[in-house]
């Protein structure tokens, strides 16, 4: 039993968990809008220059991985994304660190390359990142779905 408590605390240290930072990862935005916006569906630029480089990255979280309407994607991302993978803070926060590596874990194929060559060098940078995308993003799909009744469901039952 000791060894198992001893094992789970230093393998709760091995994944770093960051107090994520919205201000922060708008700051870090700075270094994205050369090649990224974040523009909503009435084209208003929440953030960003309009860049056109990388994809629209409003409504990113919950998103599948390469399928940003009218964006020429490389074929690595395209490949992940019908595996049906979508971005979560885990996958973003791992990609934008080193985004071929990404792909060729993910996908299992050291020839996996990716049209982005930027990397974010620390981890809470992502982190923050992810933050401030998020937050100018709706909610993920996935997550309305779960909430509501599907239709022609009953209700639940008032609990007393």
């Known amino acids: 039993m000791k060894l198992t408590l001893t094992a789970l605390a230093f393998a709760s240290l091995a994944v770093p968990a960051f107090a994520q930072d919205i201000e922060a990862g708008k700051k870090v935005f700075n270094q994205c809008q050369t090649c990224h916006v ?3 569906e009435a084209g208003e630029v929440l953030a960003g220059k309009n860049a056109k480089t990388g994809p629209n990255l409003y409504g990113l979280p919950g998103r599948v991985i390469g399928t940003y309407p009218e964006f020429k ?3 690595s991302i395209v490949a ?3 595996t049906g993978a979508v971005w979560d ?5 791992e990609y934008v660190q080193d985004p071929a590596k990404f792909l060729k874990t993910k ?3 050291d020839g996996a390359k990716s049209k982005m060559a930027f990397k974010l060098k620390k981890p809470e940078d992502a982190a923050n990142l992810w933050a401030f995308i998020a937050s100018l993003s709706p909610a993920p799909a996935a997550a309305d779905a779960a909430a509501a009744p599907a239709e022609g469901a009953a209700e639940p039952a008032p609990s007393n």
């Open 38 to 40: 974040v523009a909503n």
């Open 73 to 75: 994607y490389g074929e």
């Open 80 to 82: 992940l994304g019908a």
């Open 89 to 93: 803070e885990a996958s973003f926060v």
């Open 107 to 109: 996908l299992g194929d």
